[in-house]
């Protein structure tokens, strides 16, 4: 499974942006999706997943309100809106697609949980 992300950029704080991530070459038969985010000289972390039975969604409480998953299987996409971008959401982002039972609900949030990831896509959000 390859991943690829993209739609980071520059962006004033307030602003918003989409990222989006699509998956090709051999996929999955179910799957949830998750994004990740690398704040320089700090950890990645989990900020948001959608799940495959019934696409229930979580988020990181530092992002929830602000952001939204969503996904499109026939795609093969995982998108993440932001809006009211901080300075604080300065980071790489990346997505990870991992296996899952097909009625699962839940979402891995540990980086160890996920073996596909995308590039990364830097997002910048100036004052």
């Known amino acids: 499974v390859q991943l690829q992300a993209y739609g980071g950029g520059l962006v004033q704080a307030g602003g918003s942006l989409r990222l989006s991530c699509t998956a090709s070459?051999?996929?999955?038969?179910?799957?949830?999706w998750a994004w990740f985010r690398q704040a320089p000289g700090k950890e990645r972390i989990f900020v948001a997943g959608?799940?495959?039975?019934?696409?229930?969604?979580y988020y990181d409480d530092s992002v929830s309100g602000r952001f939204t998953i969503y996904r499109d299987n026939a795609e093969k996409t995982v998108y993440l809106q932001m809006t009211s971008l901080t300075l604080e959401d300065t980071a790489l982002y990346y997505c990870?697609?991992?296996?899952?039972?097909?009625?699962?609900?839940?979402?891995?949030?540990?980086?160890?949980?996920?073996?596909?990831w995308g590039q990364g896509t830097l997002v910048t959000v100036s004052s």
């Open positions: 070459g051999s996929t999955l038969d179910s799957y949830s």
């Open positions: 959608i799940s495959w039975y019934r696409s229930r969604t």
């Open positions: 990870a697609i991992e296996n899952v039972p097909i009625y699962a609900e839940f979402v891995h949030t540990m980086t160890d949980a996920y073996h596909h």
